[in-house]
């Protein structure tokens, strides 16, 4: 059952990063670096706790274009599962 | 000289204990075999959800509003501004999730189904531009397959949270 659980994890880990960076595009979160806690927002199907973040670098070569990564991991059978997305997001 | 031949009966216990421990070891291995299929299959989303997921994101990031916004969860039909001026509306008719899209005069444009087997729907918009969605949906046995949309004994529903945010922040300029 360790590969189905595993399987599962990552489904919900994808899923929990796309909803984060949506998140992040419409002003919902903050723009800013920071460790999210998403409580009843977002419900895994799987039985894992998702713990999730952002990072967020502004370019140096253009003001107002941020380079945003949001990360959501878990433990999954004693051992960390990540997924990350990396993104431009433009806030002029 | 007598000559024995044949098998002792410890010898037959032997090779049955031998039998039953491969067969038991196999029955495990497709036992796991199926769990992990299954798994597989939840996990890796129907094809049918991932086009009814693409086609609101793309319908909703591209927006150029809501005709209403609705702060608490809604089960009202969702109805989009397009950037032509259409109107693209999502409802759920006879526990089907229906897209119809209207033009600026109000005559209908197109209309189809998206996803049968819709056992609820629920969306909200809490900051502008953001659109959340939530679509329990019979995942076994498939909808086509029956004709009652009661949830009931082995079928199995699935709840999808979709989040989406409309680049351009509706006439703005995020992105």
Known sequence: MSAARRLEARADLVRAAEILLESVRGGVLPLETAEVDFGEEFQPLSHITVKTSVEVAERSDLSGLYQVRVVARAMVRSQEMVVSITT???RP | MTSRQGTTLVELLVVLALVSIMMAAGAQLITHSIRLLGATGRAVRNPVMVHVNERIRRDVQEAAGLTAVE?????EPLEIRTRTGSIVRYSV???????????ATGGS???????????????RSTAPAVVDINIGHLVHPPPESISSQVVGYKQERRIENLRFATRGGWGGQRW
Do not use: H, K
């Not at chain 2, 702060?71 to 089960?75: D, F, R, T, V």
């Open chain 1, 88 to 90: 431009q997001v433009w």
């Open chain 2, 93 to 103: 008719i006879d526990g089907s999730l229906v897209r119809e899209e209207f033009s």
């Open chain 2, 109 to 123: 444009l197109d209309e189809r189904v998206l996803l049968r087997g819709v056992t609820s729907w629920w969306w």
């Open chain 2, 71 to 75: 702060l608490i969860w809604s089960e």
